[in-house]
């Protein structure tokens, strides 16, 4: 699979901004596909993710109510709406694509079988 992402930039705290994350490639409904994110200096988390076969959600505690994940399966693309930003959810924004069950790979990030480069999301205070 090829994953790219797109959407990022700068906002002001409140602000709102969609990422998308593109997938290409065979056997997608496979696949879940989720948003990780890397901030300086702290290691990489799980954001959100979304079964492209369940349309299953899932969301890290900081940005339940805050995010939304949803995809389009006609397009082969995934988004993260992502309203009432604040700073502490700057980051390099990655999506990923992974059969493992979201609990396992949101903290340890095993299992991960495909990673797009990422997109830098900057919330100004």
């Known amino acids: 699979l090829q994953l790219v992402e797109s959407g990022g930039g700068l906002v002001q705290s409140g602000g709102s901004l969609r990422l998308s994350c593109a997938v290409a490639g065979s056997t997608l409904e496979e696949y879940t596909i989720g948003w990780f994110r890397q901030a300086p200096g702290k290691e990489r988390e799980g954001v959100s993710a979304i079964g492209l076969s369940d349309g299953n959600t899932y969301y890290e505690d900081s940005v339940r109510g805050r995010f939304t994940i949803s995809s389009d399966n006609a397009k082969n693309t995934v988004y993260l709406q992502m309203n009432s930003l604040i700073p502490e959810d700057t980051a390099v924004y990655y999506c990923?694509?992974?059969?493992?069950?979201?609990?396992?790979?949101?903290?340890?990030?095993?299992?991960?079988?495909?990673w797009g480069k990422g997109t830098l999301v900057t919330v100004s205070s």
């Open positions: 990923a694509a992974f059969k493992r069950a979201w609990y396992v790979v949101q903290g340890s990030l095993m299992g991960i079988d495909y």
